[in-house]
């Protein structure tokens, strides 16, 4: 074996061996990914001393704390001037959030309303560019008096009113 066949043989041992760790690397990363390292994401420490079911209860009433009952018409009337929508929109009493309702047509906001609070019933609000047809009727919960959390859309078909 020459110099020269030994500096190649060398090099390939070299490049299959960082190719080998690249792909050790790569395998390992994936794999803490996948399992989400040694907490998953988790906040350690909240509930230490507490057995599966106080666990399990605790996470049921924060769930049932953030949710929000939404009730809605489905097919709102648009006024014969165009000015106002009949969205009939409940902030159910059971809520503990208020709720800021928004109307999007065609990818455009034609109508809102900020502070609906739980028990109060919202018959219209005020549009702008709004037509019959489908739209989009988001509501979201307010805390602070801001938007807060994620908004829930639900598809609409405006109606004229007769």
């Known amino acids: 074996m020459t110099d020269q066949t030994g500096t190649v043989v060398k090099k390939r041992r070299a490049l299959i061996a960082v190719g080998v760790l690249l792909l050790a690397l790569c395998a390992g990363g994936a794999c803490l990914a996948l399992k989400g390292g040694k907490t998953g994401g988790a906040t350690l420490g909240g509930y230490d001393d507490m057995t599966k079911e106080e666990i399990q209860a605790e996470l049921d009433r924060q769930a049932r704390e953030s949710m929000m009952t939404i009730s809605l018409d489905m097919t709102p009337t648009l006024s014969a001037d165009g000015s106002k929508l009949a969205v009939r929109v409940a902030n159910v009493e059971e809520n503990r959030f208020d709720q800021y309702i928004e109307v999007e047509q065609d990818g455009k906001v034609i109508g809102s309303y900020k502070v609906l609070k739980p028990g109060e019933k919202l018959d219209e609000i005020d549009v702008t ?22 908004p829930s859309g639900f598809e609409v078909t405006i109606t004229a009113s007769e």
């Open 129 to 150: 560019g709004a037509k019959t047809g489908d739209a989009t009727v988001a509501v979201q919960a307010m805390e602070d008096g801001e938007p807060s959390g994620n």
